[in-house]
């Protein structure tokens, strides 16, 4: 089977691994002139890490990795601890894989190592996709176009693939903006623990890691506004700007913020989940069906999830596309919806405004945390637990 891949990001580069593996004739096509992503963390829990560990790439990942000891919870002015994960080994073991954290060009590396030069194809941005008595064509602004039995969006938030297959949509402002930045330590600093980090005050709320194996630190500071009002996705900012919005806040997070050079501060759109991603010998994948809220550390993840299963049921339905659709859609659409929904509720939960509704909310987590220390207020288990792996098993008995 002919495969052709629109987008070059985490997605699309992780879905060419996971079809290259299976033995499929697969050609990308990035619109930039080179793969890359900005400077800037990402968490893989251990649902995204069992999906890299199904595609052969764990040691790849596992090279510049960062293993946090805990997902703490902490109160935005005094810091005290309001909840904890542990992630040491009754975690991992739990999961049967590691929470880790890395950089995002890191990541995209694990992918793009892996792929050979010469089914990529750069500068080519794809304006247009349309089926075909045979299959599927897209069409490049430079005039060219590419045939395949089967084409996949994987081209983001703005996608136009899911805008030829199915329209715009609403994209929806969801009164969120939020500040990215990388502050280089040198190692693990007495002012940052090493866990991942999330302190939540009034209608704001920040998440710190480690990646680069401890070596810089990712900072994710999530205020709200009335609207979005720049034109582009992100724009840069500066140290003082960032400061001002977060003014009162624990000293230890003052202190790592005074370390910062270059801030971005990026609006957070987010849409309702699709009835379909596909439409015949086209579909969807990643941030062009689901974007999603980085409120439960999900995007990427849930990328490379679709990545695997997709490339499974094409292997197990060679002859027969739309049951290969029909099997990827059924297994990952209903889950992606959920964790596009809740990734939205927690965008209230994390941001309530005083702190009577503060403390009520953390009393909540603490007695979680109590019954069972796995679910504690972020109750992420389910998010957690699941197995791209089990995918065959789960098709075989419907
Ligand atoms: C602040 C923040 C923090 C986050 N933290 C986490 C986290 O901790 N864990 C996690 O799992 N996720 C996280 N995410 C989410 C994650 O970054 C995204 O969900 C993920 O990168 C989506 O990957 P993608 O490949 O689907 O889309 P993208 O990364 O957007 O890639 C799309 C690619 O397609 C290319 N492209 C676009 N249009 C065209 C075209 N017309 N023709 C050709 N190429 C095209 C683009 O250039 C790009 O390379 C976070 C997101 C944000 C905003």
Redesign the pocket.
Known sequence: MKIGI?????????TACALLRKGFDVTI????PA???VG??????PN?VKSIIGMGLESDLMRTAFYPRAVTGRHWKTGRENFRIDLGGDFRAHYQAPFVHVH?ADLLDVFVSNIPREICRFG????GISNTPTGAQAR?QDGSTFEADLIIG????????REAMFGAGDLRWTGHQ?Y?ALVPTGGVVDYVAPASSFWMGPKAHV?TYYVKGGEAVNI?A?TEAAEWVTESWSTRVTRAEMLADFEGWHPDLQKLFSGVTDVYN?G?FDRDPMATWSKGAVTL????CH??L?FL????????EDAYVLAESLALNPKDLGAALAGYEAERLPRTSRVQLEARERGRTYHLPTEEQMAARDAEYARRAKEDPRTTGINTDWVYDYDPRGFADRLAAA
């Not at 629109?6 to 992780?14: N, R, S, V, Y």
């Not at 800037?40 to 829990?45: E, F, L, N």
């Not at 994987?154 to 693939?161: C, H, I, K, L, N």
């Not at 994948?285 to 062009?288: F, I, M, R, V, Y």
């Open positions: 629109i987008g070059g990001g985490i997605g699309g580069t992780a096509f990035e619109q930039a793969f890359g992503e800037a963390g990402v968490q893989m829990t995204a995002r080519q941005k794809c304006t490049f994987a081209d983001g938030v703005r996608s136009v693939v939020c990215r998440v994710v999530v990026w957070l994948l990643g941030d062009a974007p999603m980085p550390s999900q995007g990427a993840a849930m990328a490379i």
